[in-house]
């Protein structure tokens, strides 16, 4: 006689249900994300980067103590990753808004991002708990390095940043135009 019978392997059945399975409530009924801007997922990783890179410095800085100089640092830093080429002093193209060669100049981050990286930084550093007085992001030493980029990357790319005037030139009506009846009146 057999007794063992290993092929009902599910000895317990319907009746009795196991308590763990409905033992979590859900912290947050909406847990749905919204989905971020463009704007807003863009400040999350200028943020996150950020973070990042003020936790790789030695020795690491903590949020509270940053200053306006190591926002600096990051600007700076980010000139490797940059796509704008930049030109130097002594090469022939300076000036040039469209070179017609390559040259050896240096890759920058080009004014408009750094002036927009700077804005969603600002903005989420105090979205995440600093206070509008000690936000590096918005001192004026900023300013003023941004300033020099831009007017930096104006005269080496020749790129004007001023604003441009409307002619009116363009825009003059022909007043007066008699031919029709200047012909009519040959006969
Ligand atoms: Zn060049």
């Known amino acids: 006689m057999s007794s063992g019978e290993n092929s009902r392997v599910n000895p ?12 979590q409530v ?8 919204a989905p971020l801007s463009r704007y807003e997922s863009q400040k999350r990783r200028d943020w996150n980067t950020f973070g ?3 936790r790789n410095r030695k020795p690491p800085i903590p949020l509270s103590q940053c200053n306006c100089n190591h926002v600096l640092d990051f600007l700076r830093y980010l000139d490797q990753f940059g796509k704008t080429k930049v030109h130097l002093h002594g090469c022939v193209f300076f000036g040039q808004p469209d ?10 981050q080009a004014w408009g991002s750094l002036d927009a990286l ?3 930084l600002r903005a989420a550093y105090e ?8 936000n590096p992001f918005g001192n004026g030493a900023i300013r003023v390095y941004l300033r020099e980029v ?3 990357q104006a005269k080496a790319r020749g790129i004007p940043y001023k604003k441009k005037k409307k002619k ?3 825009l003059k009506t022909i007043s007066g135009s008699t031919r029709q009846d200047s012909r009519q009146s040959a006969s």
């Not at 859900?26 to 994300?33: D, F, G, L, Y």
């Not at 979205?127 to 509008?132: H, R, V």
């Open 99 to 108: 070179p017609p060669a390559p040259c050896t100049c240096p890759l920058r």
């Open 12 to 23: 317990v059945e319907g009746s009795s249900r196991s308590p763990i399975v409905d033992h």
């Open 168 to 170: 009116k030139s363009q």
């Open 127 to 134: 979205e995440n708990g600093g206070t509008p007085e000690t």
């Open 150 to 152: 831009r007017e930096c």
């Open 52 to 54: 990042q890179y003020l």
């Open 26 to 33: 859900p912290a947050h009924p909406q847990a749905v994300v």
């Open 118 to 120: 700077i804005g969603r």
